[in-house]
């Protein structure tokens, strides 16, 4: 686009072209520009409109200011130069504004969706009670070891178990590398450098046989919903997500299996049907609902998200009236630790019950390996003659 440059009457060097409709206020926008010549040569450069903060006065200065760092000897910084630096502090400032609040609010949570609901309702609670309230408003780039350590702190101070606030650094640690991936931050998360006790955590309490059989009848006659998605806990070691995502055409009814789908590891799998599953699945498969698309769901059709209050007080009344510590208490996933524990006490070897259970890893089999105690020997029996 040509202008037609028009000389200040002001200032020399400096011009202006002036718009043919446009007005800023009741004049027409005008751009300013300057021509000057330095060391035999000459420049020329577009500042900008009266309509983006420009004035006859500041484009004036603006050439004055060239035409001193020339006269002392100092590298010329151009126009382009301070654009991009005032533009480079400019983010810089941004950046240190950013809180852990903000950055949650903002980025984090949004890209939090692809998890499960009992993923996202054990996070939010963590930032809610914990997280936010000691770091919330901590600058996103001064994050430390030492602010960490106050979450850390103050869920200890509450008694709450390792592994609680294991996974609520391992929130702060995932906030932190999204941030990284943004260009918000540099380094290593600094929940790195927090060292916590180790204490094992993990729930040891299974159900004897008697003890399932009188949970599943208790269950059968206070919710018969309850009832059946326990089945499926107990005899094929299902996850609770995982039972609430199936849908009838999981069920291969000819192979007696079930896949299950996106589980928590990542890698889909099959369970296989035992009596008991089989005779609900048919009883179920039978009833006039079941041409809805979900195994089991809410009334109205939705997908089911957390296991049934009915579940939690029946567990409460039969096992954990009188019982202290939280390992012992038998809970929903208590059904899938009973499969798993059943198996190993009946012979059935850890690789199998790994892939049974879906575990991501080996170690998480592993923890099951003490009810199978006569296995070591029986191993090196084999060498007899």
């Known amino acids: 686009m040509g202008y037609n440059w028009q000389p200040s009457q002001k200032f ?25 010549q330095l060391g035999g040569k000459r420049y020329e450069h577009v500042l900008g409109w009266i309509s983006e903060g420009w004035t006859e ?5 603006e050439l004055a200011d060239i035409k001193l760092q020339y006269k002392k000897g100092e590298k010329i910084v ?11 502090k400019k983010e810089e400032e941004e950046v240190k504004q950013v809180t852990f609040s903000s950055f949650w609010e903002q980025s984090y949570w949004p890209a939090q969706s692809y998890k499960s609901a009992g993923s996202l309702g ?5 930032y809610k009670h914990w997280i936010c309230p000691q770091i919330g408003k901590t600058q996103l780039i001064r994050l430390e070891p030492k602010n960490v350590e106050k979450v850390s702190s103050a869920m200890f101070a509450k008694n709450r178990n390792p592994a609680s606030v294991k996974y609520a650094l391992a929130v702060i640690s995932q906030v ?4 990284k991936r943004d260009g918000l931050v540099i380094g290593d998360s600094p929940t790195q450098k927090i060292k916590l006790p180790k204490k094992d955590n993990a729930r040891v309490r299974f159900l004897t046989k008697n003890e399932a059989n009188e949970l599943l009848e208790e269950l059968q006659i206070r919710s018969p919903l309850t009832h059946d998605i326990a089945i499926l806990a107990l005899y094929c070691g299902l996850r609770f997500g995982e039972i609430a995502s199936l849908t009838w055409q999981d069920i291969d009814f000819e192979n007696e299996d079930i896949y299950i789908r996106d589980p928590k590891a990542g890698v889909n799998r099959k369970a296989f049907f035992i009596n008991q599953v089989r005779e609900m699945l048919k009883r179920r498969h039978a009833k006039p609902h079941a041409s809805a698309e979900r195994l089991f769901s809410t009334i109205d059709g939705g997908k089911l998200v957390q296991v049934s209050k ?10 954990n009236e009188e019982v202290a510590d939280p390992r012992q208490k038998v809970c929903f996933h208590s059904l899938r630790h009973t499969f798993a524990s059943w198996h190993v006490q009946h012979g059935t070897d850890l690789y199998t019950v790994k892939e049974l259970m879906g575990h991501s890893s080996f ?4 923890r099951y390996a003490h009810l199978a105690p006569d296995g070591l020997r029986k191993a090196v029996k084999v060498l007899e003659d």
């Open 12 to 36: 020399k060097g400096v011009r202006f072209h002036q718009h043919e409709s446009r007005k800023h206020g009741v004049k027409f926008d005008r751009l300013y520009g300057i021509r000057y």
């Open 57 to 61: 006065e500041k484009v004036g200065l």
């Open 78 to 88: 151009s126009l382009k130069d301070k654009r991009v630096e005032a533009k480079r």
């Open 122 to 126: 054990a996070e939010s609670s963590l």
């Open 176 to 179: 932190w590398n999204l941030a």
């Open 310 to 319: 009915t579940f939690r007080r029946i567990a409460a009344e039969m096992f």
């Open 363 to 366: 170690k998480m089999t592993q």
